[in-house]
T-cell receptor
Framework: RKEVEQDPGPFNVPEGATVAFNCTYS??????FFWYRQDCRKEPKLLMSVYSSGNEDGRFTAQLNRASQYISLLIRDSKLSDSATYLCVVTSGTSYNTDKLIFGTGTRLQVFP | DTGVSQDPRHKITKRGQNVTFRCDPI?????LYWYRQTLGQGPEFLTYFQNEAQLEKSRLLSDRFSAERPKGSFSTLEIQRTEQGDSAMYLC??????????????FGPGTRLTVT
């Protein structure tokens, strides 16, 4: 079983639509959670950190459920520029306090006109 | 530009040659990470430094790989006797700390390695 699991998609949605991505993680010791965005052949860029209370940044809302080990990302009013791969990321929670990142394989979003 | 920088951006080499990549982290970040990404996969952790100390290495990092961060600033990743399976994007990231906002890692543009 992968440590971070995501639906690879692709999700094809029209402009203006609302789209939700989910992911699950296996390590209950993970302490920090993130969504990264990656454009084709580019580096991952931090989209937002995810907190237990949930957090919102403009059109983006992230939720964390520690009991279910589940993370979500909601994008409202999708724009063409939102087309990218969205990576669900958790920290390793090892005793080394490394906080290395464990990535899902990503969910591909394509927004069409 | 005060972000993470990497050099070179692209490297094509023949099997068996040695290659070295460089990463310059965000200046106040004392933690530096190397990851590798292949097509269709998320990045995978390779190794990590806190200041000049290398504190963890992944099992992915065979004996042909070595990383250094001699003065706690920039880091180098060397691959000896490259193999075709080493072809990937090598990503460097840095962070301030390990909790809350300080755990946020920022990535450089990566070095794309092609071994022919």
């Amino acid at each position: 079983r992968k440590e971070v699991e995501q639906d690879p998609g692709p999700f094809n949605v029209p402009e203006g639509a609302t789209v939700a991505f989910n992911c699950t993680y296996s390590n209950s010791a993970s302490q920090s959670f993130f969504w990264y965005r990656q454009d084709c052949r580019k580096e991952p860029k931090l989209l937002m950190s995810v907190y237990s209370s949930g957090n919102e940044d403009g059109r983006f809302t992230a939720q964390l459920n520690r009991a279910s080990q589940y993370i979500s990302l909601l994008i409202r009013d999708s724009k063409l520029s939102d087309s990218a791969t969205y990576l669900c990321v958790v920290t390793s929670g090892t005793s080394y306090n490394t906080d290395k990142l464990i990535f899902g394989t990503g969910t591909r979003l394509q927004v069409f006109p | 530009d005060t972000g993470v920088s990497q050099d070179p951006r692209h490297k094509i080499t023949k099997r068996g040659q040695n290659v070295t990549f460089r990463c310059d982290p965000i200046s106040e970040h004392n933690r530096l990470y190397w990851y590798r990404q292949t097509l269709g996969q998320g990045p995978e952790f390779l190794t990590y430094f806190q200041n000049e100390a290398q504190l963890e290495k992944s099992r992915l990092l065979s004996d042909r790989f070595s990383a250094e961060r001699p003065k706690g600033s920039f880091s180098t990743l060397e691959i000896q006797r490259t193999e075709q399976g080493d072809s990937a994007m090598y990503l460097c990231a840095s962070s301030l700390g390990t909790s809350g906002r300080q755990a946020e890692q920022y990535f450089g543009p990566g070095t794309r390695l092609t071994v022919t």
